[in-house]
């Protein structure tokens, strides 16, 4: 009897419990360094500076409004490494892209805290900049995320930036 009831017990504390694998942590390494007319000087990173990245859950949260589907790269969208880089007070971020392309950028620091962001559905067909003053930012690394979407379309990826002071 004693048994029974032991097993029983021990039976009902035995509720199917999940275990949540918290996903690793994402370091910035491997910086593409740029002079200031954006030639290659070095370093680098074989998944910066791309439109295929697959992200984990983490980053994927720096968009939370995106159901679009990812699409194989295509020709005519482009995102070029930063330049220059190493940055001292600013960068140069270009792209090449169709006209009706919706991009988002996101700048984190290594614990995702958001230090830039900007959204623009207005570049013109080709290839296209943006001057960002970096004075203000923290002096390390970071990680510019950004995305593009078109008709239907979502491609995403990522580069590394070493602020300096």
Same mark, same amino acid.
């Given at each position: 009897?004693?048994?029974?009831?032991?097993?029983?017990?021990?039976?009902?504390?035995?509720?199917?419990?999940?275990?949540?694998?918290?996903?690793?942590?994402?370091?910035?390494?491997?910086?593409?360094?740029?002079?200031?007319?954006?030639?290659?000087?070095?370093?680098?990173?074989?998944?910066?500076?791309?439109?295929?990245?697959?992200?984990?859950?983490?980053?994927?949260?720096?968009?939370?409004?995106?159901?679009?589907?990812?699409?194989?790269?295509?020709?005519?969208?482009?995102?070029?490494?930063? /330049?220059? =880089?190493?940055?001292?007070?600013?960068?140069? @971020?270009? *792209?090449? $892209?169709?006209?009706?392309?919706?991009?988002? !950028? %996101?700048?984190?620091?290594?614990?995702?805290?958001?230090?830039?962001?900007?959204? /623009?559905? =207005?570049?013109?067909?080709?290839?296209?900049? @943006?001057? *960002?003053? $970096?004075?203000?930012?923290?002096?390390?690394? !970071? %990680?510019?995320?950004?995305?593009?979407?078109?008709?239907?379309?979502?491609?995403?990826?990522?580069?590394?930036?070493?602020?300096?002071?």
């Amino acid at each position: 009897m004693c048994t029974a009831i032991l097993s029983l017990l021990l039976l009902a504390d035995c509720k199917h419990k999940e275990v949540v694998v918290p996903e690793p942590k994402i370091y910035f390494t491997g910086v593409v360094e740029t002079s200031d007319t954006g030639e290659y000087l070095g370093g680098g990173d074989t998944t910066d500076w791309r439109l295929d990245d697959v992200w984990t859950a983490q980053e994927t949260a720096l968009f939370p409004n995106t159901t679009v589907p990812l699409c194989a790269p295509r020709d005519s969208l482009e995102f070029f490494p930063a /330049a220059p =880089n190493p940055i001292q007070d600013r960068v140069f @971020i270009g *792209l090449s $892209t169709i006209t009706g392309t919706v991009w988002e !950028l %996101r700048l984190v620091d290594e614990d995702f805290n958001l230090v830039w962001t900007y959204s /623009a559905a =207005n570049f013109l067909n080709g290839l296209n900049a @943006i001057n *960002l003053e $970096t004075t203000d930012f923290p002096k390390d690394t !970071l %990680r510019l995320y950004y995305q593009a979407e078109l008709g239907g379309c979502r491609w995403q990826g990522h580069g590394d930036l070493l602020v300096q002071p």
